[in-house]
């Protein structure tokens, strides 16, 4: 039952990405080009990634809602900035139950416009203000070109909308969300994340100012992991949300918006995956640990099971997945599951049950290295432990990587063999001519301008005019 080995990463980034998540299970092609099927597997790990998610969001005061898959088209062109970015990706429903429809239907690239609409009735005070919502949904962009879970016409995400009394209390719920973003690639999905302002031309249509958080893949292209856009009053202006504040005068309201979508179980497969297959983090694998029972015969097994059994109260901690498939090796089954990126797998037969002890495994650590005899009163205590070291070896080996594959080119010569093979962080101008003139000649783009700024000047890596921020420059996905 052997099956053929994934391709090399180093050999094929590309179809080692696309033979991984098949064989894994994690999703599967659509009949509808461009669509994708998730399986219970992927949903597991999609599930989790939610949890995390939605408990920061909560904590912050937001609450969850749903709107409708369908918006009139008339409610993306009172936004025209909006609808000019979007135009490309629509795709429009023009006959309803047979018939022509008066006004052709938007099925939901994003949904401000409906959320704006909704909030033009519903906000007519500061007492109303703010109001922070969630959805988790689908939404639909006419993709040209894509790749499981990185680039699908329909993904799934969550999208907050949020409304305030004023700019301040906007951008602060605006960069807050980022943060919530950063601290949950990182403390969740053990996935290293720069913050950043995305360039005027990067922004999202429509938006103030908008930002990222942006992740380096294990082929050092960049992927942009999760947005937060201050919409500034834009939207309101176009949907006519507007309350009277505490002096009885009439204002608009100043709105945000943020999602995070599918594309992350992307992230964490190119970032911690390896030629063996998935290494998935700890706190989001939808199976933290896998028991495999070995024995021979009848007799082993039921000596192997019962053990199991008084195990279980050490065991309910965590999400555990018992494989007592028939007729497998119990090397098929190691093999299986490391394709798979199980954290830890526990090996226990009959001599482990003698010895009143288990065989841990960790997936991030190969061969002999990686495994651990652990006594079984300790077990609970020797799986967390391991769980808590992987998840700092997995995030430690994506930092190593991303700062040995950045970049300071010291001239344009140099800054275009860097993004060939990595990121460049470079002084820039800030001008949408040169940016267009560096993407068109490397194909690398603004990925942001980091939050995180050394401070002074220098000379734009370009075109060498006066530049005051630095700026992430590479290949994306």
Same mark, same amino acid.
């Given at each position: 039952?052997?099956?053929?080995?994934?391709? !090399?990463? !180093?050999?094929?980034?590309?179809?080692?990405?696309? *033979?991984?998540?098949?064989?894994?299970?994690?999703?599967?092609?659509?009949?509808?080009?461009?669509?994708?099927?998730?399986?219970?597997? /992927?949903?597991?790990? &999609?599930?989790?990634?939610?949890? %995390?998610?939605? !408990?920061r969001f909560k904590a912050t005061g937001v609450t969850n809602a749903a709107f409708p898959l369908l918006i009139p088209m008339s409610f993306l062109e009172r936004e025209k900035q909006h609808v000019e970015g979007f135009a490309p990706e629509l795709a429009v429903v023009t006959i309803g139950g047979g018939e022509k429809l008066e006004e052709p239907l938007v099925v939901r690239p994003t949904s401000e416009t409906i959320i704006g609409h909704m909030w033009s009735k519903w906000i007519k005070s500061y007492?109303?203000?703010?109001?922070?919502?969630?959805?988790?949904?689908?939404?639909?962009?006419?993709?040209?070109? $894509?790749?499981?879970?990185?680039? =699908?016409?329909?993904?799934? &995400? *969550?999208? /907050?909308? $949020?409304?305030?009394? /004023?700019?301040?209390?906007?951008?602060?719920? $605006?960069?807050?969300?980022?943060?919530?973003?950063?601290?949950?690639?990182?403390?969740?999905?053990?996935?290293?994340?720069?913050?950043?302002?995305?360039?005027?031309?990067?922004?999202?249509?429509? %938006?103030?100012? !908008?930002?990222?958080?942006? %992740?380096?893949? /294990?082929?050092?292209?960049?992927?942009?992991?999760? =947005?937060?856009?201050?919409?500034?009053?834009?939207f309101a202006r176009a949907f006519d949300i507007r309350y009277l504040d505490k002096e009885n005068q009439l204002q608009y309201a100043w709105t945000t918006s943020w999602g995070l979508s599918t594309r992350f179980i992307g992230a964490i497969i190119m970032v911690h995956g390896d030629d063996q297959g998935l290494i998935l983090p700890p706190r989001l694998a939808p199976h933290q640990v896998v028991v495999v029972p070995i024995h021979k015969s009848d007799d082993e097994r039921a000596l192997v099971m019962g053990a199991l059994d008084r195990l279980a109260d050490e065991l309910r901690r965590f999400r555990v997945h018992v494989d007592t498939r028939d007729g497998l090796t119990p090397g098929f089954k190691f093999n299986d599951w490391e394709m798979r990126g199980v954290p830890v797998r526990l090996e226990i037969g009959p001599?482990?049950?003698?010895?009143?002890?288990?065989?841990? +495994?960790?997936?991030?650590?190969?061969?002999?290295?990686?495994?651990?005899?652990?006594?079984? +009163? +300790?077990?609970?205590?020797?799986?967390?432990?391991?769980?808590?070291?992987?998840? $700092?070896?997995?995030?430690?080996? +994506? =930092?190593?990587?991303?700062?040995?594959? =950045?970049?300071?080119?010291?001239?344009?010569?140099?800054f275009r063999q860097v993004v060939e093979d990595g990121w460049a962080d470079v002084w820039w101008c800030g001008r949408s001519a040169c940016e267009t003139e560096i993407k068109e000649d490397t194909r690398a783009s603004t990925r942001c301008i980091p939050l995180d700024q050394p401070g002074g000047t220098g000379r734009c890596i370009h075109c060498g005019e006066p530049a005051e921020k630095r700026a992430l420059f590479a290949r994306a996905y």
């Open positions: 039952m052997a099956e053929e080995r994934l391709p !090399s990463r !180093s050999d094929n980034f590309a179809e080692w990405y696309n *033979q991984l998540v098949l064989r894994s299970e994690l999703a599967d092609y659509a009949p509808v080009r461009g669509c994708m099927v998730i399986r219970p597997y /992927g949903w597991a790990l &999609w599930e989790n990634l939610q949890a %995390a998610l939605d !408990s007492r109303d203000l703010p109001l922070l919502l969630n959805q988790w949904n689908s939404v639909v962009r006419w993709e040209m070109r $894509t790749k499981l879970f990185l680039r =699908t016409m329909e993904f799934y &995400w *969550q999208e /907050g909308h $949020t409304a305030h009394a /004023g700019p301040d209390e906007a951008e602060g719920r $605006t960069r807050q969300m980022l943060d919530i973003y950063a601290d949950f690639a990182e403390n969740e999905a053990a996935v290293p994340v720069v913050r950043g302002q995305k360039s005027e031309s990067e922004k999202f249509a429509g %938006a103030l100012r !908008s930002y990222s958080i942006e %992740a380096m893949m /294990g082929d050092t292209r960049a992927l942009q992991a999760g =947005t937060s856009h201050n919409l500034g009053d834009n001599k482990d049950v003698a010895r009143e002890q288990v065989m841990l +495994a960790r997936r991030d650590t190969p061969g002999k290295q990686g495994k651990l005899a652990v006594p079984f +009163a +300790a077990l609970a205590d020797g799986i967390q432990a391991m769980l808590d070291d992987i998840h $700092t070896a997995l995030f430690q080996r +994506a =930092t190593d990587f991303r700062q040995a594959h =950045t970049h300071t080119p010291s001239d344009y010569a140099e």
